[in-house]
């Protein structure tokens, strides 16, 4: 063979060697996921929450046949909106995006939507007077190796004295839960999953806003409102969902994204039952009571962001990020503070509460400069009945058992099943909710 | 690798005469195959329909080395080589261009085989390096930052990759050669990858992922020696 036989010959072997494989490969490859599933059910997505809307506009991008049917009378879930309390449109739900690497972050960048960093300042209300340091740093918990005690267990372990527990009270309200039941271990270890970011950003329009423009719009047609379930049937081929009213649905799939608090109650009752292993992961959940309480005052008295009080852990400005005049003071109160004032009875008693800490703070100035509040108590609310939830002592795997989907037909999604460290967020409902809509259509290939 | 396997590693290196014998600068189309880049990529663009345009594989890409070969009479000589690969996801949707950038550094040893008698000017490179890896996200054309850092995930592995080529010359010393690559890379650590691209950890992926690669491209080489 002479040199140019060769190299014609060698010039055959390397396109056939190297583009003919790659041009295959190519074409078995696609760009999106799960492009050559195709699935012809119905899904049934039990909450309009954050999770339940994302579940639905994915699916309705992927042309999927689905129905969500939501206990409440609006959609939403823990994020919701009040309008003319104030100048702007108050979130009385979620309203801090967590962070900026995160697909809801990808979103509003896409959209366009105006946020603002919020760098507020941190004071505490720390033996009877506002400082801006404290003699110990006390955010403690996110080290390593950490003991599977409580956060208050474990700041008393670390040295902190009593002078501390309304403080720590509310590092642990952040998470959405008593400081005496969340575990310092499995807290950090959620913690270590945690990429999207430490920066917190305000919404000039509200969070839930975006998320109704963005998300639900385009799937209002397939939301039926005020349709608790109170049983599904998962005997037979297709399964069957059952309302309040005894009104039937029937689906191929099903994504429940109720609140962990809703599986924790069994207020849903599941035919075969739920394996034993899933109801005690459920179980082994918290999720405490929670509340925001809107304070409007004529003037502006207060700190940017207060830790520290014995009635409410934390009392933030609220129109950090918002184009407004108004002064607006959020009592942002978790755990066994929320239960106390739960247990008061009545909005206006709990206000009277409030008042009364700010007055003791504040020289008076709260009662004296008050136009007005408004009380949302998670705890009352029937189809959510707490915050969201946390990791407890010997909380374990339980998250992931609960997040695992049954028989390849139920799925669950919601913040308290998101597995990846994103939990209690509006963004980690987001993630569970495509996790869980990609491990059905994954389950339904043929 | 046990320590045996390793000591006869370094006595076949140290057996081949070290002295210069031949330079050699390429640069290849590289085509790439990672199942678990895939499926993050897959998985971001499943998750955001609200992106049209979904963010490419990292598929196409270049790659561009030196090699020295270590002057020896033999036909089977030793040399090393430093590569880099370069890749790019690039999409563009209305307020959010996202570009990936996957980029490799491979520093390797290998042997050469050319046999003129038998195999006229065919030769085959067998290269075993260690590969190690940065990708990086930009938004709208700056590098992605957040706490005040940029978004990033940085690799470390190993790679094999077998090459034929084929000399041809141009000047005395001077030759050129097309040559064909097979690259193998059976792991690579990179637990940050799907922070950068999907914005999350341990959802959608491993934290580490074997790439299949093939190259097609060109060399020149300085030669000391006619052949």
Same mark, same amino acid.
């Given at each position: 063979m002479d040199r140019r036989q060769f190299i014609k010959q060698s010039t055959f072997f390397y396109l056939g060697g190297l583009l003919i494989p790659s041009t295959l490969l190519s074409s078995c490859r696609k760009e999106n996921l799960l492009d050559v599933v195709k699935f012809d059910g119905t899904v049934m997505i039990i909450g309009a929450g954050a999770a339940g809307l994302y579940a639905g506009y994915l699916l309705k991008s992927k042309g999927i046949d689905f129905k969500i049917i939501e206990a409440s009378n609006a959609i939403g879930?823990?994020?919701?909106?009040?309008?003319?309390?104030?100048?702007?449109?108050?979130?009385?739900?979620?309203?801090?995006?967590?962070?900026?690497?995160?697909?809801?972050?990808?979103?509003?960048?896409?959209?366009?939507?105006?946020?603002?960093?919020?760098?507020?300042?941190?004071?505490?209300?720390?033996?009877?007077?506002?400082?801006?340091?404290?003699?110990?740093?006390?955010?403690?918990?996110?080290?390593?190796?950490?003991?599977?005690?409580?956060?208050?267990?474990?700041?008393h372990q670390k040295g902190f004295g009593t002078e501390y527990d309304a403080i720590v009270e509310a590092i642990a309200g952040d998470q959405g839960a008593s400081a005496s039941l969340?575990?310092?271990?499995?807290?950090?270890?959620?913690?270590?999953?945690?990429?999207?970011?430490?920066?917190?950003?305000k919404f000039q329009q509200s969070y839930f806003e975006v998320i109704e423009e963005h998300i639900a719009q385009p799937i209002l047609d397939q939301i039926i409102l005020n349709t608790p379930v109170q049983s599904i049937d998962y005997s037979a081929d297709k399964i069957i969902v059952e309302d309040i009213n005894n009104v039937s649905y029937s689906a191929d799939r099903v994504i429940l994204t109720v609140p962990i608090s809703i599986l924790k109650l069994n207020e849903i009752t599941?035919?075969?039952?739920?394996?034993?292993?899933?109801?005690?992961?459920?179980?082994?959940?918290?999720?405490? #009571?929670?509340? !925001?309480?809107?304070?409007? $005052? +004529? *003037?502006?008295?207060?700190?940017? /962001?207060?830790?520290?009080?014995?009635?409410?852990?934390?009392?933030?400005?609220?129109?950090?990020?918002?184009?407004?005049?108004?002064?607006?003071?959020l009592a942002?109160?978790?755990?066994?503070?929320?239960?106390?004032?739960?247990?008061?009875g009545s909005d206006t008693a709990i206000t009277n509460a409030l008042l009364q800490e700010l007055d003791g703070m504040y020289n008076g100035q709260a009662s004296a400069s008050?136009?007005?509040?408004?009380?949302?108590?998670?705890?009352?609310? #029937?189809?959510? !009945?707490?915050?969201?939830? $946390? +990791? *407890?002592?010997?909380?374990?795997? /339980?998250?992931?058992?609960a997040a695992q989907a049954i028989n390849k037909r139920l799925y669950f999604a919601g913040e308290a099943m998101n597995i990846n460290g994103h939990h209690q967020t509006v963004h980690g409902a987001v993630e569970s909710a495509y996790n869980a809509v990609v491990n059905f259509l994954n389950d339904s290939k043929k | 690798m046990r320590l045996q396997h390793l000591y006869y590693l370094v006595l076949l290196i140290v057996s081949i005469n070290a002295s210069a014998q031949e330079l050699k600068v390429d640069l290849s189309y590289n085509y790439s195959y990672s199942n678990q880049l895939d499926k993050i990529i897959q998985t971001y663009n499943f998750s955001r329909p609200f992106l049209t345009e979904k963010q490419p594989l990292f598929m196409n890409g270049l790659n561009s080395s030196v090699s020295y070969v270590f002057k020896n009479e033999r036909h089977l000589k030793s040399g090393i080589n430093l590569a880099y690969s370069?890749?790019?996801?690039?999409?563009?949707n209305e307020n959010f261009?996202?570009?990936?950038?996957?980029?490799?550094?491979?520093?390797?040893?290998?042997?050469?085989?050319?046999?003129?008698?038998?195999?006229?000017?065919?030769?085959?490179?067998i290269i075993l390096s260690a590969t190690s890896s940065g990708l990086f996200r930009n938004v709208n054309g700056k590098a992605f930052i957040y706490d005040e850092a940029t978004s990033k995930a940085?690799?470390?592995?190993?790679?094999?990759?077998?090459?034929?080529?084929?000399?041809?010359?141009?000047?005395?010393q001077t030759y050129v050669s097309p040559f064909i690559s097979i690259v193998y890379t059976p792991y690579l650590y990179s637990p940050n990858s799907e922070v950068v691209i999907n914005q999350t950890k341990g959802l959608c992926a491993k934290n580490w992922t074997s790439i299949l690669g093939a190259q097609i491209g060109l060399a020149v080489h300085l030669r000391q020696e006619k052949k």
């Open positions: 879930g823990r994020m919701g909106k009040l309008e003319g309390f104030a100048d702007y449109t108050i979130d009385t739900g979620a309203q801090w995006l967590h962070g900026k690497n995160n697909i809801l972050a990808d979103l509003i960048q896409a959209k366009n939507v105006q946020t603002t960093l919020d760098e507020t300042e941190l004071s505490y209300w720390f033996n009877s007077q506002i400082v801006t340091t404290l003699p110990q740093d006390p955010f403690i918990f996110e080290e390593e190796n950490l003991p599977d005690v409580s956060f208050k267990d474990y700041a969340l575990s310092a271990y499995w807290n950090s270890k959620d913690e270590e999953n945690w990429v999207s970011g430490d920066e917190d950003f599941f035919n075969p039952v739920l394996p034993t292993e899933k109801t005690d992961a459920f179980a082994k959940f918290g999720m405490g #009571p929670g509340m !925001k309480v809107f304070l409007k $005052f +004529s *003037t502006k008295f207060y700190a940017d /962001a207060l830790y520290g009080g014995t009635i409410c852990g934390a009392y933030v400005d609220d129109t950090v990020g918002k184009s407004t005049s108004a002064n607006v003071l942002f109160i978790m755990g066994d503070q929320a239960a106390y004032l739960h247990s008061l008050f136009i007005a509040s408004t009380v949302f108590d998670y705890t009352a609310k #029937p189809f959510i !009945k707490g915050a969201y939830g $946390f +990791s *407890t002592i010997e909380m374990g795997n /339980a998250r992931e058992i | 370069y890749f790019r996801s690039a999409a563009e261009n996202m570009t990936l950038q996957l980029n490799f550094l491979k520093l390797g040893y290998f042997l050469h085989y050319e046999n003129p008698a038998k195999w006229k000017g065919l030769y085959t490179d940085f690799g470390i592995g190993g790679e094999l990759n077998l090459k034929l080529g084929y000399y041809l010359q141009l000047k005395n």
